[in-house]
């Protein structure tokens, strides 16, 4: 790591300070999960690289402020992570629609979504963006919903014990026996 290289607790500070400049250390420990003691050396050592600036308010209050270079760094931290995020969404994307076309190679046309949170968005855009124009899916949020006996189960967050056939596959094993 270089020097001025920020880690991910001073990101955090970064990150809560830019969020609300009446902010105490205190409350900065508690917002990002570090310890009082922690902040206060990573305030000294922001505030040395030129990431942050203190005003005095008064006798006994500052604020800590972001500076342009503190700011510059929060943004180039948010634009990679949110790089690295869209990079494990198309991977994951990739992933699913492998394990929907080995299904749809084996003759299955019709698909049923269970489960209602981002994986099961995912599984649907997924199954979307394939455009076969001869595959049907639905979407249900729970197994007794489950009306199609004849087609295979996306099951995204499965119950232990839920497996009702060979067309109910858990998505996420499914995605893992690829790797």
């Given at each position: 790591m270089s020097h001025q290289e920020i880690t991910e607790r001073e990101l955090r500070i970064i990150d809560e300070v830019s969020k609300d400049l009446s902010l105490t250390q205190r409350d900065i420990?508690?917002?990002?999960?570090?310890?009082?003691g922690m902040v206060n050396i990573i305030l000294k050592r922001l505030i040395r690289k030129g990431y942050?600036?203190?005003?005095?308010l008064n006798g006994k209050r500052i604020q800590y402020i972001l500076t342009p270079k503190g700011f510059a760094?929060?943004?180039k931290k948010s634009y990679h992570y949110i790089l690295r995020t869209i990079t494990s969404l198309r991977r994951m994307k990739g992933r699913i629609q492998e394990v929907i076309?080995?299904?749809?190679?084996?003759?299955?046309?019709?698909?049923?979504?269970l489960g209602d949170d981002e994986l099961a968005d995912i599984v649907e855009i997924s199954l979307r963006s394939l455009n076969k124009a001869d595959?049907?899916?639905k979407r249900v949020a729970r197994e007794?919903?489950?009306e199609d006996k004849g087609a295979t189960i996306l099951a995204v967050?499965?119950?232990?014990?839920?497996k009702k056939s060979d067309r109910y596959l858990d998505i996420l094993a499914s995605i893992a026996e690829l790797e």
């Open positions: 420990s508690r917002k990002a999960g570090i310890s009082l942050i600036k203190v005003r005095q760094e929060k943004t076309l080995r299904e749809y190679e084996r003759g299955q046309r019709k698909f049923i979504i595959i049907r899916y007794e919903q489950i967050n499965p119950k232990p014990g839920s």
